[in-house]
């Protein structure tokens, strides 16, 4: 059973928004992962602002504390023109704070939205991550995603892993 609440985020959240992935960018790098950089400094706030525009952005709280976040757009340009065809629900920017790590609330997260692509009559969900990250591209693999594409993020100096998986 999902004891996390859902909720669709306004602009107004952004400040606390950002101070949760602020904290995740902070603990990624702790680790030696060079992912979520950007929210470490001002190009933080106009790269939200820009998930925003171009999705849905959602707050998930556990036991009413704000404990993880993820974004689902309908499109994602970033694909175009391979893989951009209407039939998926694009996860992107899906975190969960470090001080929330260990209830699972990733593994959550990924079904309530394989249940929001489901009611918007989407056949799969697409995600990608930083290929060179085998830790999350295991957690995704574990999930039931299958490698569906691979490209090079030239900005970011990044190999990018898409992941498919049908619902």
Partial sequence: ???????????????????????????LRSKGIDQ??????EKGEAKLAKRFREGEVYK???DGTLSGMF?????????????NDGMA????TL????????HGIGVKILSHIEGIAKGAGK????????????KLCGFYESQGF???????WVEKDWNVRLYEKEV
């Fill in 1 to 27: 059973m999902d004891d996390l609440t859902y909720q669709r985020a306004e602009t107004t959240d952004s400040k606390e928004i950002l101070g949760l992935l602020k904290r995740i960018a902070e603990w």
């Fill in 36 to 41: 979520w950089r950007d929210f470490l400094d």
């Fill in 60 to 62: 998930v709280f556990k």
């Fill in 71 to 83: 974004v689902i757009q309908w499109d994602d340009t970033f694909w175009h023109p391979e893989k």
């Fill in 89 to 92: 629900c694009w996860v992107h």
């Fill in 95 to 102: 975190g969960v704070d470090p001080a929330s790590r260990g």
């Fill in 123 to 134: 056949k799969c969900v697409r995600l990608d991550c930083n290929a060179d990250n085998p």
């Fill in 146 to 152: 299958k490698v569906a594409g691979a490209k090079r």
